[in-house]
């Protein structure tokens, strides 16, 4: 008879295979990034590989928290899900990165759409890995139906990010290097939001659009995981 395997020892396995799968899709993004500097002669997409970093951030918090067990958890919830939460947005706001695309001359219009594309999958991906680490962990404390409002609410407050990151420029940081224009224009637009009906429809058609693809991927995960039991 073969001893149980304890659920810290189950999340360290899955999570070192998605890690690896993850890796691979992002090595890819890397490389088609790295021919393109090559073929053109010109950094201009080489602002996706920062962008791609800046999406492994909540990946890996998340990923920390999944390890820790016991008091170190306790300890490090608050502070680390507060970081979670201001650098989540990244992850989903790869998806905006299809704006830059555009033809131009030196390379193909169909590579740069591949390109932008592999860079979107993975910044959602890893969006939705590290909300479903977020959501498992308050589902363990709070219930299934806080769990799904909280990565709803989550969902809503990143689409608000997008459109902070991608329209007013804002970046994650500015919570700390520039707190009072941040603030000034959060407020101005809740105080004032038919004054700024384009912020709110991003941040609806977004968060429902984040919402759906995230719910599709958690039934598909659940589907499989019935079908092998």
Do not use: K
């Amino acid at each position: 008879m073969q001893p149980a395997v304890s659920s810290s020892q189950s999340f360290t396995r899955t999570r070192l295979t998605l890690v690896f799968v993850l890796g691979a899709s992002i090595a890819l993004s890397l490389l088609l990034v790295a021919v393109r500097v090559v073929m053109t002669g010109r950094l201009l997409f080489l602002f996706l590989a920062w962008n791609l970093f800046l999406a492994l951030i909540p990946f890996a918090i998340s990923t920390l928290l999944g390890i820790a067990r016991g008091p170190q958890r306790a300890r490090l919830l608050v502070p680390a899900g507060a970081a979670w939460l201001l650098f989540f947005p990244n992850a989903p706001y790869l998806i905006t990165d299809l704006f830059h695309l555009d033809a131009r001359p030196g390379v193909p219009l169909w590579y740069d759409l591949a390109l932008i594309l592999s860079c979107a999958w993975n910044g959602l991906m890893l969006a939705y890995a590290s909300l479903s680490d977020m959501q498992q962990l308050v589902t363990v404390r709070l219930g299934a139906g806080a769990g799904w409002a909280f990565a709803t609410v989550a969902l809503l407050l990143s689409s608000f990010g997008i459109y902070l990151g991608r329209y007013l420029r804002f970046n994650s940081w500015d919570v700390l290097t520039n707190p009072l224009t941040l603030f000034f224009d959060i407020m101005n637009r809740v105080l004032h939001p038919f004054s700024f009906p384009g912020t709110w429809g991003v941040t609806l058609v977004f968060g429902v659009f984040l919402l759906i693809g995230y719910g599709t991927v958690r039934l598909l995960g659940r589907a499989h995981e019935e079908q092998a039991g």
